[in-house]
């Protein structure tokens, strides 16, 4: 199912990610003043406007707001990968920023439980969308040297896209809104 240049692609787009995940770490041990901004922003941006909605209509809006998160990581590629890399960038500050301040004032188990469920599902679609971006950006450098066709190329990627990365952000969302809830509840 996955061919080699897919797997590569999104390696690469995980070693990103993990390396902006751990600046976001790393930011906020050095300066916790960064993570109590990123989070203040994060909840007035996201947390608060999802949850006062029941929990299908959450499973909704978050599914909504991941797939146009993994959209820009796989069209962005049409930037020639630039806007993939920022889009993976600036996402991995933010979790890594916004993870280690919660694990300072939850705890470990608190951070794990809050991600894990879903987490299991869409760090893995985020990365293969992303993986897929880098492609797309290879398919129209390929066809600017007259080594490709950048559209009959992305169409074996879109369809990807729309097995892979779709169906799980789809579990993920669910379990975000059903199942992560529930588990917290159990440690808290």
């Known amino acids: 199912m996955f061919e080699r240049p897919i797997v590569g692609a999104t390696i690469v787009a ?14 906020v041990i050095h300066d916790p003043s960064t993570g109590a901004q990123v989070m203040t922003l994060f909840r007035d941006q996201v947390v608060d406007q999802l949850l006062s909605d029941s929990p299908a209509v959450l499973a909704g809006k978050i599914f909504v707001n991941n797939l146009s998160t993994c959209l820009l990581l796989f069209l962005g590629g049409a930037s020639l990968g630039i806007v993939t890399l920022i889009v993976l960038t600036v996402n991995g500050l933010l979790i890594g920023a916004v993870a280690e301040l919660v694990r300072q004032q939850q705890g470990l188990l608190f951070i794990t439980a809050a991600l894990a469920p879903h987490g299991i599902f869409e760090i893995p679609s985020f990365l293969i969308a992303g993986g897929l971006g880098f492609l797309l950006g290879q398919e129209l450098i390929a066809e600017w040297h007259g080594r490709g066709d950048a559209a009959a190329g992305a169409l ?30 159990v440690i808290t």
């Open 156 to 185: 074996p990627l879109a369809r990807l896209f729309l097995r892979v990365v779709v169906p799980l952000l789809a579990v993920a969302a669910i379990v975000e809104a059903f199942i992560t809830p529930a588990v917290l509840s």
């Open 14 to 27: 995980a070693a990103l990610f993990l390396v902006s995940v751990g600046l976001g770490i790393v930011a």
